[in-house]
């Protein structure tokens, strides 16, 4: 059976209803346009986001149900608080972005990727720009770990992650989730459950409910700091 599939206006930055999205593949929604900071910026803000393989065009994505990490109640396990309490990983926000978009690329085979070479440069062009940010592990003062993801207001648009050692990127996310919720931050967007996101503690949110969120929480400012380049500490209460 055929299906409609919209393709974007090189001319405008207009995308489809998040709710013209297509059940089967789940959430494919349009394709073309270009991956400029405009685009991008405007797919983000409403709940769209690019995914495609190697020679594929740019494909742009709005699944359902949608799955998030609420940041008051994320919880890391008792194993990976353990874990860090004895090697004491370090964390920073912003200090190596474009090397974690280049690490979280090289984590898979250059068939299995979609995080291209054009990828990667509309991701560090919006890194320049404060719009995608980072968040590094470090050993030794080598970058062992990290994500990284688009801000959205009090919304974060994670896009990958990437360990080298153990729990690296576990950890990542903890403290984010941490240094994010301080900070008024009150939704991660981690796209399509899976079981490791799962097993973090992500859960399904039906698309209207999302984009619910969506539209209330990229109306609401990110405390100024939240992203400037530093040095994260422990979480307080997790050193008691």
Known sequence: MAIYLTELDSETLSFPSPFEALDDPNGLLAFGGDLSVARLMTAYHNGIFPWYGPGEPILWWSPSPRAVFDPKTFKPARSVKKYQRKHQYQLSINLATEQVIDHCAAMRTAEETWLSEDMRDAYKQLAAQGLCHS?????????????????????????????LKSNASKIALWYFCHHFRQYGGQLIDCQVLNDHTQSLGAFELPREEFVKSLLSLRQEAIGKSCFQPQWLLSPVEEQQ
């Open 135 to 163: 968040v590094e592990v470090w050993q030794e003062n080598q970058l062992i770990g990290g994500l990284y993801g688009i801000s959205v207001g009090q919304l974060f648009c994670g896009e990958s992650m990437f360990s």
